[in-house]
T-cell receptor, first 117, second 114 residues
Framework: AQSVTQLDSQVPVFEEAPVELRCNYS??????LFWYVQYPNQGLQLLLK??????LVKGINGFEAEFNKSQTSFHLRKPSVHISDTAEYFC???????????????FGQGTILTVHP | DAGVTQSPTHLIKTRGQQVTLRCSPK?????VSWYQQALGQGPQFIFQ???????QRGNFPDRFSGHQFPNYSSELNVNALLLGDSALYLC?????????????FGSGTRLTVV
């Protein structure tokens, strides 16, 4: 079984400040990792993903995340946020089990990022 | 190219009633998954369909059932609605062979049970 813990339910920051949204996961098998963003009254949009290879992955809108296997973490960062980044962010995992896995996603509880002017 | 399309966008039902939600996957996608997102929570996996069969199921009662059609579109049915079924229901699609690359989500159906 997999689980995802997002360590902060709400993160307030000022515009142009850096931000880090924290995510830890637990799984007995190898996983793929994802960050999704959800704007009010909308579905989920994929920000970035880690499948294999380089532990630093870059996504859309200037976001990046670092996979740390020893700490089972996948924290999301942005060096300078904008008002338009205000949204809810979800960390998710799926099993990397090849042909036996249909890849269901297990999500964290979400982190609401609020960017103040 | 249209993404994932869900209908209706909003729905109000009474306890005990039945509801059907619909999803058209992104063009080229063959796998459809359904998620329930209660207010203030992360999405919870309900089930996934591929080749018109349910392939995986989350921890949801049998009141939740689904179907996938030959054109890959899908329906989610919920019987005997409870107040606790009020949530945003999200449909996500992918190509099975590309499932590692993430899913495309629709905007969801907001179900309110009164």
């Amino acid at each position: 079984a997999q689980s995802v813990t997002q360590l902060d339910s709400q993160v307030p920051v000022f515009e142009e400040a850096p931000v880090e949204l924290r995510c830890n996961y637990s799984s007995s098998v190898s996983v793929y990792l994802f960050w999704y963003v959800q704007y009010p009254n909308q579905g989920l949009q994929l920000l970035l993903k880690y499948l294999s290879g380089s532990t630093l992955v870059k996504g859309i809108n200037g976001f990046e995340a670092e996979f740390n296997k020893s700490q089972t973490s996948f924290h999301l960062r942005k060096p300078s946020v904008h008002i338009s980044d205000t949204a809810e962010y979800f960390c998710a995992v799926s099993e990397n089990a090849g042909g036996t896995s249909y890849g269901k996603l297990t999500f964290g509880q979400g982190t609401i990022l609020t960017v103040h002017p | 190219d249209a993404g994932v399309t869900q209908s209706p966008t909003h729905l109000i039902k009474t306890r005990g009633q039945q509801v059907t939600l619909r999803c058209s996957p992104k063009s080229g996608h063959d796998t459809v998954s359904w998620y329930q997102q209660a207010l203030g929570q992360g999405p919870q996996f309900i089930f996934q369909y591929y080749e018109e069969e349910e392939r995986q199921r989350g921890n949801f009662p049998d009141r939740f059932s689904g179907h996938q059609f030959p054109n890959y579109s899908s329906e989610l049915n919920v019987n005997a609605l409870l107040l606790g079924d009020s949530a945003l229901y999200l449909c996500a699609s992918s190509r099975l062979r590309d499932r590692a690359y993430g899913y495309t989500f629709g905007s969801g159906t907001r179900l309110t049970v009164v």
